[in-house]
């Protein structure tokens, strides 16, 4: 993405620019907002229109337009984008984004917000494993994370707690959650008393599993019977969970020269120097994940040995912790039902998947 702007309908003059990001891209005329508002009249069932329009030196740009009522104003949030690029954010995600920039319009928050915002949306064109990592690197999403793993917590009690207990000064709530809702971990609900729960319905970790495809790419005899006898001894001691407790995967994970190479691995075997080459010759890096097994090397050729996968489950574990909560009066009886209700709701013969 080129640019996002966001833009008022002034019913005397007609379109006005508020803020655009980054603040040294304003790809956007008056003209061409006015032809943006043309698109959303003639087309007034949908509130996301798309434009393509010629621009001098280049080929096609793309307009996309999200029509958004505040006040009894009319707002546009737009975004710009190469042709060549693919917009994949839904229409409900960039309301929520709409949203908040516009309750914060005239704060002097709506800097950053916006920031925050072009940033979200660019993620959203990333693969969803890259965006599942996300919730491990980001220090602030991972310990959302781990507060939604306690069960239903109140919009408010959130960002209290965030604040008080773990440092978070400055909090875009609904910005950071946008990832949690785009991939299905959480649901926003109101419960009587309060304005806004969110309730964890799918929790996130991730584990080793035996690479899919890979004995069908060893044809050297000799090395496939090897690396078939130290998987089978290797996952046969797998101790999962005590490897997810120590969080001794993490690293692997975050690590954006390991991983790609993981991810490359899985399609076809490395010599040892195109290995190092992935890593930026880091010659500890590869004895590193050589000792951990994840590859297995032999006669210089690297092929890939246990493959880190992330798994979404549902995270029935909660019950017990949500029993615990109302005994204690932290939770309500509402809060309680509502978030036992999603859970027992939940199909537990799909209550994983590995991704």
């Not at 781990?146 to 917590?153: R, S, T």
Request: aromatic share 10%.
């Amino acid at each position: 993405m080129k640019s996002l702007l966001l833009s008022h309908w002034n019913k005397s003059t007609g379109p006005e620019s508020i803020i655009h990001y980054p603040p040294d891209k304003n790809l956007i005329t008056k003209d061409l907002l006015l032809k943006i508002w043309a698109q959303h009249e003639l087309d007034k069932d949908n509130t996301m229109i798309e434009l393509q329009i010629s621009v001098e030196n280049e080929a096609f740009r793309k307009y996309i337009s999200i029509l958004q009522e505040y006040e009894n104003e009319i707002y546009f949030l737009i975004l710009i984008y190469e042709q060549k690029e693919e917009e994949v954010i839904s229409p409900d995600i960039l309301s929520i984004i709409g949203r908040n920039l516009l309750e914060l319009m005239n704060t002097n928050k709506i800097t950053r917000a916006i920031s925050e915002a072009f940033n979200t949306i660019n993620n959203y064109s990333k693969h969803e494993s890259e965006n599942l990592i996300n919730f491990f690197q980001d220090k602030i999403k991972f310990t959302i994370l781990q507060i939604l793993e306690e069960g239903v917590i109140s919009k408010s009690s959130l960002i209290d707690l965030l604040r008080q207990e773990y440092g978070f000064s400055t909090v875009n709530i609904d910005l950071l959650l946008i990832s949690f809702l785009t991939e299905d971990l959480i649901v926003k609900k109101i419960v009587p008393g309060f304005k806004e729960c969110y309730f964890l319905i799918n929790d996130l970790t991730y584990a080793r599993i035996p690479p899919v495809k890979l004995p069908e790419m060893i044809k050297d005899d000799q090395i496939l019977k090897r690396y078939q006898q130290e998987l089978i001894q290797f996952f046969s001691n797998y101790e999962y969970t005590k490897e997810i407790q120590d969080k001794s995967l993490t690293g692997f994970l975050i690590d954006k020269d390991i991983y790609n190479l993981i991810k490359e691995l899985r399609h076809r075997s490395f010599t040892v120097n195109e290995c190092l080459n992935a890593l930026n010759n880091k010659e500890d890096l590869f004895t590193e994940i050589l000792e951990k097994q994840i590859i297995f090397e032999m006669k210089g050729i690297v092929y890939l040995f246990s493959d880190i996968r992330f798994i979404k489950f549902t995270p029935l574990y909660i019950i017990n912790n949500l029993k615990q909560r109302y005994q204690d009066q932290n939770i309500s009886l509402d809060q309680y039902h509502a978030h036992l209700k999603l859970l027992l709701d939940e199909s537990p013969i799909n209550s994983y998947n590995v991704i």
